[in-house]
């Protein structure tokens, strides 16, 4: 394979996982819908919440470009969904079940930006170290 062949398997690699985490979002968004019970406005900024950890895999897998990068991303986006079907599996066990609709985005949220800032500084010294030095 050729330079330009892995890099163009590399982009579609991040394409897909992109258009995956916009997909996955709006699985879990219109699940959370079909849970709910009216329009309120607490369901919409809980929509946003629970759709933010899959915008942000989006993003990164938009602006990081390095195959350890997408590497992170991937992971992080399969952490991400475990942990959303387990939260929106156990809504109807308890009482307390919809409580998870409102921290597991947040621990997703704070979990997906620190794996992400991992896969920034992978991408950050990947192509660091694939750019020749002036001085050398």
Same mark, same amino acid.
């Given at each position: 394979?050729?330079?330009?062949?892995?890099?163009?398997?590399?982009l579609?690699?991040? *394409?897909? #996982?992109?258009?995956?985490s916009?997909?996955i +979002?709006?699985?879990?968004?219109c699940?959370?819908?079909?849970?709910?019970?009216?329009?309120?406005v607490?369901?919409?900024?809980?929509?946003?919440?629970?759709?933010?950890?899959?915008?942000?895999?989006?993003?990164?897998c938009?602006? #990081?470009?390095? *195959?350890? +990068?997408?590497?992170?991303?991937?992971?992080?986006?399969v *952490?991400?969904?475990?942990?959303?079907?387990?939260?929106?599996?156990?809504?109807?066990?308890?009482?307390?079940g919809?409580?998870?609709?409102?921290f +597991?985005?947040?621990?997703?949220?704070?979990?997906?930006?620190? #794996?992400l800032?991992?896969?920034?500084v992978t991408?950050?010294?990947w192509y660091?170290?694939?750019?020749?030095?002036?001085?050398?």
């Amino acid at each position: 394979m050729q330079t330009n062949d892995v890099e163009r398997t590399r982009l579609r690699f991040g *394409g897909v #996982l992109g258009v995956a985490s916009l997909i996955i +979002a709006l699985a879990f968004l219109c699940w959370m819908l079909m849970l709910s019970s009216g329009g309120l406005v607490f369901v919409f900024v809980i929509g946003g919440l629970v759709a933010a950890p899959y915008l942000l895999i989006w993003v990164a897998c938009r602006v #990081l470009r390095s *195959g350890g +990068a997408r590497f992170v991303i991937a992971g992080t986006l399969v *952490g991400c969904c475990l942990l959303g079907v387990y939260a929106f599996g156990t809504v109807g066990d308890d009482a307390q079940g919809g409580l998870n609709l409102v921290f +597991a985005p947040i621990y997703q949220l704070v979990g997906s930006f620190m #794996l992400l800032t991992l896969a920034a500084v992978t991408d950050h010294f990947w192509y660091r170290q694939s750019v020749p030095s002036v001085g050398a």
